[in-house]
Nanobody
Framework: QVQLVESGGGLVQPGGSLRLSCTFSGFTETYWVIAWFRQAPGKEREGVSCISSHDGSEWHEESVKGRFTISRENAKNMVYLQMDSLQPEDTATYYC?????????????????WGQGTQVIVSS
């Protein structure tokens, strides 16, 4: 059974940083992609960043480029999202998701498995 569990969310002031973690299990395919999505109340879910297992290929939503960094530790089944220079607009519930195959994408419908989410609040 495939499972993904997010952690690391919390309350942070504007300009601060958070590091989110995603632990996944039950997924033994050679090629996979892990992505971070977020959803604010009343808004649609949007892609943030994603990374592939085999070559580390990445893709990022335009608004987070230069501020967020995605990384992986395959041996530990862990993917991280380092978030710097956080802004109030980044406030949302953040989800990690996984799909089979090597292609990087931030289209939510193309992801097969989802975690329960971790809340990030950026406020003074």
């Amino acid at each position: 059974q495939v499972q993904l569990v997010e952690s690391g969310g919390g309350l942070v002031q504007p300009g601060g940083s958070l590091r989110l973690s995603c632990t996944f299990s039950g997924f033994t395919e050679t090629y996979w992609v892990i992505a971070w999505f977020r959803q604010a109340p009343g808004k649609e879910r949007e892609g943030v960043s994603c990374i592939s297992s085999h070559d580390g290929s990445e893709w990022h939503e335009e608004s987070v480029k230069g501020r967020f960094t995605i990384s992986r530790e395959n041996a530990k089944n862990m993917v991280y999202l380092q978030m710097d220079s956080l802004q109030p607009e980044d406030t949302a519930t953040y989800y990690c998701a996984c799909r089979r195959g090597p292609g990087v994408t931030l289209v939510p419908a193309l992801y097969d498995y989802w975690g329960q989410g971790t809340q990030v609040i950026v406020s003074s």
